[in-house]
T-cell receptor, first 111, second 111 residues
Framework: EPEVTQTPSHQVTQMGQEVILRCVPI?????FYWYRQILGQKVEFLVS????????KSEIFDDQFSVERPDGSNFTLKIRSTKLEDSAMYFC?????????FGPGTRLTVT | GENVEQHPSTLSVQEGDSAVIKCTYS??????FPWYKQELGKRPQLIID?????GEKKDQRIAVTLNKTAKHFSLHITETQPEDSAVYFC??????????FGKGTRLSVIA
């Protein structure tokens, strides 16, 4: 069964550094999402992407964040200048119509 | 925007008993209500979902009910087993808008 994949599984970075989190959505899916989950808390929406552009974004998704679909398979989340409070699990998800399927996540630790 | 409340935050049941988790939503335009199971350190896994044109859906030991008038939906797990222990999240959305998650319920099934 096809699954969403994400790399890396764990990223440690220093405050102020840029990070790029990578996702490969399920191949026939058209809608892509990034969510984050701070340890022990609920899953929070960051951004959705459809037809090569952002369709919706939350207040969390400020100017430090960007997304890109550089080719036909990858979907990336970039954080330009990481802050301590960016430490969280970042999940990519994709959907064809309704059901969203999540990747295994990238644990980002900002020190 | 949509707001999803979930109760209880923790739930302990004896193996073999039933577990019920309840969620309410605020946006009457929401029409899709998935439930995710998240084991420690893993991705949220879609376990069942319901759309607003039905009132109940079952899949083996799990069922979901929806009351559109009252804007609440519930997850029912019967004959619980230790492997059902996890955090369960409800979510809601309308159309292709992002999922809005509840805060999660930590279910412990005691053998």
């Amino acid at each position: 069964e096809p699954e969403v994949t994400q790399t890396p599984s764990h990223q440690v970075t220093q405050m102020g550094q840029e990070v790029i989190l990578r996702c490969v959505p399920i191949s026939n899916h058209l809608y892509f999402y990034w969510y984050r989950q701070i340890l022990g808390q609920k899953v929070e929406f960051l951004v959705s992407f459809y037809n090569n552009e952002i369709s919706e974004k939350s207040e969390i998704f400020d100017d430090q964040f960007s997304v890109e679909r550089p080719d036909g398979s990858n979907f990336t989340l970039k954080i330009r200048s990481t802050k301590l409070e960016d430490s969280a699990m970042y999940f990519c998800a994709s959907s064809e119509r309704g059901e969203q399927y999540f990747g295994p996540g990238t644990r980002l630790t900002v020190t | 925007g949509e707001n999803v409340e979930q109760h209880p935050s923790t739930l302990s049941v004896q193996e073999g008993d039933s577990a019920v988790i309840k969620c309410t939503y605020s946006d009457s335009a929401s029409n899709y209500f998935p439930w995710y199971k998240q084991e420690l350190g893993k991705r949220p896994q879609l376990i069942i979902d319901i759309r607003s044109n039905v009132g109940e859906k079952k899949d083996q030991r799990i069922a979901v009910t929806l009351n559109k008038t009252a804007k609440h939906f519930s997850l029912h797990i019967t004959e619980t087993q230790p492997e059902d222990s996890a955090v369960y999240f409800c979510a809601a959305r309308g159309g292709n808008t992002p999922l809005v998650f509840g805060k999660g319920t930590r279910l412990s099934v005691i053998a």
